[in-house]
């Protein structure tokens, strides 16, 4: 499992990056969106991560 999340973890960071740095190439404002959207799902998966963690250390306590 913790490599799913890693593997979709750094596919998120480079393509925030690759997306970024399209946008300071180009200066389109599309490109920054697509950033904006990586990252959110980014944070979307580190809360995923953190929850899963959190719920496989207290399933001992259940």
């Known amino acids: ?26 200066g389109q404002a599309i490109w920054r969106q697509r950033a904006m959207q990586a990252l959110k799902w980014g944070v979307v998966l580190g809360l995923c991560f953190v929850g899963f963690f959190i719920l496989r250390r207290a399933a001992v306590f259940i």
């Open 1 to 26: 499992m913790g490599t799913i999340f890693r593997l979709l973890a750094l596919l998120l960071i480079g393509g925030f990056g690759i997306c970024m740095v399209l946008h300071v190439l180009t």
